[in-house]
């Protein structure tokens, strides 16, 4: 079982920054994947960043150059540094973790991002 905890979500002006973090029940250093998505209203979750274990990244399109994931491991938590943030960013963030292929995939509550003047 692993339970996450995602924090940071608020409301900012378009230009804004935001660091979102997702706070695990147990070591990270166990858990081989952990990933940020998002769902806006009236679409389907999709992939912001991911890291695995070894610190190799991906990042969407959408995002790339402008959000950065990281871990630290001591904290046993997964951030999403989110820089100048546009009203298209608007949704949902999930925090995702899976400790192997052969094991159930985690999903954190989420925490809402608006982007709005």
């Known amino acids: 079982q692993v339970q996450l905890v995602e924090s940071g979500g608020g409301l900012v002006q378009p230009g804004g920054s935001l660091r979102l973090s997702c706070a695990a029940s147990?070591?990270?250093?166990?858990?081989?994947?952990m990933g940020w998505y998002r769902q806006a209203p009236g679409k389907e979750r999709e992939l912001v960043a991911s890291?695995?274990?070894?610190?190799?990244?991906n990042d969407a399109l959408a995002v790339k150059g402008r959000f950065t994931i990281s871990r630290d491991n001591a904290k046993n938590t997964v951030y999403l540094q989110m820089n100048s943030l546009i009203p298209e960013d608007t949704a949902v963030y999930y925090c995702?973790?899976?400790?192997?292929?052969?094991?159930?995939?985690?999903w954190g509550q989420g925490t809402q991002v608006t982007v709005s003047s």
């Open positions: 147990r070591s990270i250093r166990s858990i081989n994947y």
């Open positions: 995702k973790a899976r400790t192997s292929y052969s094991d159930p995939v985690y």
């Open positions: 890291i695995i274990s070894g610190g190799i990244t």
